[in-house]
């Protein structure tokens, strides 16, 4: 092997200067990595060296820990457009809905790729080009589709277009009372997968047609969700509870009832609230017991397995069998990233970020989710370029000044990382990471009185936020106080904080991992020092 291909690397410095990171992550690397990485006989503990082509060899194969789950299918990708409403402004939930409801079925096509609702929502009400749509979200086919009253009936027309050249490749028409156009979607997703050569219906559950009023009462809580604030989500589950009623056996009305209590009872953040957490597990296992094929009641499960139990094989269990069972679902792909994450397969929890992306490109949060992971894989230039790009999308992006704080932090940027986290609370605190974050700026920046105003701020949030702690912790490591942090890292696993998860890929907790109090407090939440 010729000299370039294996140098030895004399120093920390020059094995970082080779991996092009610093000093205190290939430190880590070695540590929690294995690194190969060679001592000098009778030297000190900083002699060190190593070989670059073992370091190579390292960097090829760093174990994929645990097997991603069922892949993503391959091509096509299939668009289905929002339905134009013939009717008018009271009847948006029906023809949003039943373009929803395709997608949904579509997804659970093992050979189809299907664009998340959110992703095609931004074409509702506007000319449909599909040539147009097919190249901005590098779909091959794209399914348009009109409802109208008919008499005492309704009219569902779709047409499927191939959006290479405009030529359509099928199209129909359903006249149906609104007590039969429950069972309309499905039937046009058979239709579509069967001309795209999907020929392996998905494997479901027989269940009787829901009562019209309580399917009309799930579409209208979709409708309600699908605008994504805190208020919609209550009055979402208004329409939930009033489709129960109609009709206990309205399983994806209780799926839906466990995801918005969910999102609720996080507060979008850490503002935990039990009451909705434990409403959203008793959902979840009721509509799984009406119907286990729902990938949303699986990960509904997932979510709130900090509350239940740490074990990370139940939470991997349930991620693999939502993506199993709905390989579009765009929300569990970026969870089943979150897993990789914990387990340091950066590159994995990248591609499953991105999956997710495909599904669902105009998603901010899966875009500031993807920065976050290139944080925690100490990419911070790549981190930095991203969250950069979204905010010009977007100048108040919350999450995206927050990673660029952590980028900043990471490299010693501490003015930058201070501005940055400034921004970021100052526009909300439905986290308090970054402000427990910024505390730890403030004192690497010997502004101690800042760093003390950030703490006394998080006693008074950590009332009602138990992730709070965790902050807290953050910002009293910044201040040298490890006997502190290790008392705010306790209460916060008392409070069953889901963010102690990550105690050991945050680097500002690193000066604790030969403590037996954190090491024996990993050890109660399953992380592995």
């Known amino acids: 092997m010729g000299e370039k291909q294996n140098q030895r690397l004399d120093s920390w410095k020059e094995i970082a200067r080779y991996l092009g990171r610093d000093v205190r992550t290939v430190i880590r690397w070695e540590k929690q990595r294995s690194l190969p990485i060679h001592r000098v006989p009778g030297g000190k503990g900083h ?17 994929r820990n645990g097997s991603e789950p069922h892949p993503a299918p391959p091509r096509p990708m299939v668009a289905v457009l929002p339905f134009v409403n013939g009717h008018g ?3 948006e939930y029906l023809s949003d809905g039943l373009a929803e409801s395709v997608i949904r079925s579509l997804g659970h096509w093992s050979k189809l790729r299907v664009m998340s609702w959110s992703a095609v929502a931004p074409y509702k009400n506007c000319p449909a080009d599909p040539r147009r749509v ?3 979200l590098n779909a091959k086919v794209v399914l348009m589709g009109r409802v109208a009253p008919e008499e005492n009936s309704w009219r569902v027309s779709v047409e499927l277009v191939d959006s290479s050249d405009g030529a359509q490749l099928w199209g129909t028409s359903y ?23 999907d020929a392996d219906p998905p494997a479901r559950n027989a269940r009787p047609a829901p009562k019209p009023e309580a399917f009309r009462q799930y579409l209208m809580g979709r409708h309600c969700w699908n605008q994504g604030t805190g208020e919609a989500m209550h009055k979402a589950l208004e329409y939930y509870e009033k489709a129960v009623r109609v009709d206990p056996t309205l399983a994806e009305a209780y799926a839906e009832t466990a995801l918005c209590c969910c999102m609720l009872g996080y507060g979008f953040g850490d503002l935990i609230s039990t009451d909705l957490l434990q409403r959203a597990e008793a959902a979840a296992h009721r509509a799984l017991e009406l119907d286990d094929t729902l990938a949303e009641a699986h990960a509904c ?14 939470v991997e269990k349930g991620l693999k069998r939502a993506i199993e069972l709905n390989p579009s679902y765009a929300l569990g792909r970026s969870s089943y990233a979150i897993l990789l994450t914990l387990r340091a397969d950066y590159e994995g929890a990248i591609r499953q970020h991105r999956l997710a992306l495909e599904l669902d490109p105009h998603g901010e949060m899966l875009r500031t989710e993807l920065v976050a992971c290139y ?3 100490e990419r911070y230039d790549e981190a930095i370029r991203l969250a950069k790009e979204e905010l010009q999308r977007n100048a108040e992006s919350l999450f995206s000044h927050y990673f660029l704080g952590w980028a900043y932090l990471s490299k010693g940027m501490v003015a930058e990382a201070i501005a940055s986290l400034e921004h970021c609370v100052s526009i909300s605190l439905i986290n308090t990471l970054p402000l427990g974050i910024l505390g730890y700026a403030y004192a690497a920046n010997s502004e101690r009185e800042k760093a003390l105003g950030v703490l006394e701020r998080l006693d008074a949030l950590a009332k009602q936020r138990p992730a709070a702690f965790v902050s807290r912790a953050i910002t009293q490591m910044g201040l040298k106080d490890k006997a502190g942090a290790l008392d ?16 050991k890929h945050w680097w500002w907790f690193d000066d604790l991992h030969e403590e037996p109090r954190f090491q024996e407090l990993a050890r109660h939440v399953g992380v592995q020092i």
């Open 47 to 63: 002699a060190v060296f190593a070989y670059s082509a073992e370091v190579d060899a390292w960097l090829s194969g760093q174990p």
């Open 89 to 91: 402004p009271q009847s």
């Open 134 to 136: 097919g190249s901005e």
């Open 175 to 197: 006249v149906r009372s609104f007590d039969q156009l429950v069972a309309v979607p499905e039937r046009i997703a058979g239709e579509v997968a069967r001309r795209l050569q």
């Open 301 to 314: 499960l997932v979510w709130l397995s900090p509350f239940q139990t740490w074990d990370l094989r139940e």
């Open 375 to 377: 944080c925690f894989a």
């Open 488 to 503: 705010s890292l306790e209460r916060a696993r008392e409070a069953r904080s889901p963010f102690l998860w990550y105690m």
